[in-house]
């Protein structure tokens, strides 16, 4: 089965999406909720549902990366990282940074990944950060979600395409059958070609779904799926992305 969410605590519709965006007939009857509970990071059974995690691979220009779980010792720095994408006011329907207790409750709750260079000295840099967990509750918990930031002095290497291909891998080996993207804001041309060249479907268009910095108008989001049943069951990530 797939992993089960921990119980969230019901909060007001956060940020940019929130004051125009209704469901089920009330305004904001659903949020990005954000928990005081800070979860364990990755438990070792997540990490012993993936055997292709860790993955080496390069980003564009050659350089050695690799992807591989988040630890604890690295919410600080990937805290941090969040709030300057949130700042940025463009990507994410969050309008105020969350502090690092906050971060970890909302982004560790279940699989937590992230992406790093290699250094021949043995250090790392952290390039990019993804997460894997259900996007519904209960009969529908097989359906998962992603969330992905590339830090912005490495945007241009193709690390949200690595990131991509190794969501699709991790979400297929933690038995999610259906990974759905609610949010894909469609100013956000460089995300939607990660996406398209991926092989996820457009499967629809949100509205006026963003109250988005800099834009004088409200700003649409596209919803992408990907049937995760087509990939099969490699213990390695490939190369190049699967064949739809």
Request: charged share 20%; aromatic share 10%; glycine share 8%.
């Amino acid at each position: 089965r797939a992993p089960t969410t921990p119980q969230l605590e019901r909060a007001r519709p956060l940020g940019r999406c929130a004051a125009h965006w209704a469901h089920a007939g009330r305004v904001g009857s659903m949020s990005y909720a954000v928990s005081s509970h800070r979860p364990e990071v990755n438990s070792l059974n997540i990490r012993e549902s993936c055997p292709c995690i860790p993955w080496r691979c390069e980003l564009r220009d050659g350089t050695a990366a690799v992807v591989t779980w988040m630890e604890e010792r690295d919410v600080p720095e990937a805290a941090a990282a969040f709030a300057k994408v949130v700042a940025d006011g463009l990507y994410w329907p969050f309008e105020e940074p969350l502090d690092e207790a906050a971060f970890a409750s909302y982004w560790c709750q279940n699989a937590s990944l992230v992406l790093r260079v290699e250094e021949g000295t043995g250090a790392s840099e952290m390039v990019g950060m993804f997460y894997v967990k259900p996007n519904y509750p209960g009969r529908c918990a097989h359906v998962c979600n992603g969330g992905f930031v590339t830090v912005p002095a490495h945007r241009g290497r193709g690390a949200a395409s690595l990131m991509g291909r190794a969501f699709l891998y991790v979400a297929r080996q933690l038995n999610y059958k259906t990974s759905v993207f609610n949010l894909v804001f469609a100013n956000n041309t460089a995300s939607m070609r990660v996406w398209d060249g991926l092989g996820f479907t457009r499967a629809g268009v949100i509205p006026r779904a963003g109250r988005l910095e800099g834009c004088a108008k409200l700003v649409d989001a596209i919803v992408y799926t990907y049937d995760l049943t087509t990939l099969p069951l490699h213990a390695a990530i490939p190369a190049a992305p699967a064949p739809r």
